[in-house]
């Protein structure tokens, strides 16, 4: 279950919040001083803390503070000021949002869902895309593209592609292609690399690419061209 942090000194606020966290299945650790709220978040087992600004002991900008230069768990900053100094002052100590008071709860709560769904983003990995002049081969959605174009090859002839254009000018031998993408134990012989070549061909040339090729080298096997 995800785990948030709450840390006001209103408790009023703390059950109303904790409530409406708890539909939205988090499970919620509530401190009501500034002091407790650090000690809390330093622990690193929360998956976002909403942080009072005006705490008891300790105000919640030095919490933030505080627990930025070691986390990096979005932070929440809740006041009952509204003035264009705090709101600068809360994000610029790290914090990843700042609601004013008086509040929803339901607001609260989806603004904890947008700020998570923006790490979110900003955390994926990019998709893995190679490139060569005209072609555009999406490796994880192992899809191809000549100029924007799509072409729709078989999972033998799209692995075929990536392995001639990730290493361009190298020729590969029939033997080298059949072991690599059919392995040592299959049965056929190297015809059936020309077969696939010939079928490749004929698919990628329903879209224009004078910037590249695969090119048969004869007697050896074969190799992708860029043209210049």
């Known amino acids: 279950m995800r785990q948030m942090l709450i840390a006001d000194d209103n408790q009023a606020i703390i059950d109303i919040l904790t409530a409406f966290a708890a539909k939205d299945g988090w499970q919620v650790t509530a401190v ?20 009072d600004v005006m ?71 990019a998709a893995r895309t190679l490139t060569r002049g005209s072609l555009t081969l999406l490796l994880d959605e192992e899809r191809v593209l000549i100029a924007g174009q799509a072409i729709i090859l078989t999972k033998k002839e799209f692995d075929i592609l990536c392995l001639l254009a990730e290493n361009k000018s190298r020729v590969f031998s029939r033997d080298h292609l059949l072991e690599s993408l059919w392995g040592y134990d299959y049965e056929g012989d190297t015809r059936t690399v020309d077969t696939h070549i010939k079928r490749l061909r004929a698919k990628l040339a329903k879209a224009l690419h004078p910037d590249w090729e695969i090119r048969t080298v004869w007697g050896v096997g074969y190799a992708f061209e860029v043209i210049p």
């Open 32 to 51: 009501n001083d500034g002091d407790a709220a650090l000690a809390a978040g330093r622990t690193g087992r929360f998956d976002v803390i909403l942080l």
């Open 55 to 125: 705490l008891p002991k300790r105000d919640g900008f030095s919490v933030c503070r505080a627990l930025r230069t070691a986390l990096d768990v979005p932070i929440l900053m809740i006041t009952a000021r509204g003035e264009d100094y705090d709101r600068i002052m809360g994000l610029d100590t790290g914090a990843d949002d700042y609601i004013v008071k008086p509040f929803s709860a339901a607001e609260v709560m989806a603004r904890v869902r947008a700020v998570l769904r923006r790490l979110e983003r900003s955390a994926a990995p």
